[in-house]
């Protein structure tokens, strides 16, 4: 992704939005609160808002660059958005955030939603988990 990426979705290639979708992109975690977006910029010794990262975050959700999560009722947390579907776990203990996929799961829900008369547009899973104690 990039400012090319920006463009195709229709939002202008400032530097703030460069900055942002960048430290996305390259972060070792990939489910970034705004606020350690924020921390990041700051570290690295860029001049941003906290509230310039808010809305760059709203903006990038619109146009279907990130994906909003939020776990347990805790902040927001953003990822890019997904190439393929995939399902997430949070670490009651840790808040450490892990990503799975499993087709059965996959073709469950579906057929649990078709023999209620439905079809799943949308969904999301989330399991929040603890390490088992050896």
Known sequence: MGDSDLKKAGLKATVPRTQILNVIETSEEHHLSAEDIFRILVNAGDEIALGTIYRALSQFEAAGLV???SFNGGPSVFELAPQSHH???VCVDTGEV??????FIEKRQAEVAA??????TDHSLVLYVRKKKR
Do not use: A, P
């Not at 892990?98 to 087709?103: G, P, V």
């Not at 023999?115 to 799943?120: A, C, K, V």
């Open 87 to 89: 399902d997430h776990m």
């Open 98 to 103: 892990l990503e799975f996929s499993d087709e």
């Open 67 to 69: 994906v909003r999560h």
């Open 115 to 120: 023999r209620l008369g439905y079809e799943i």
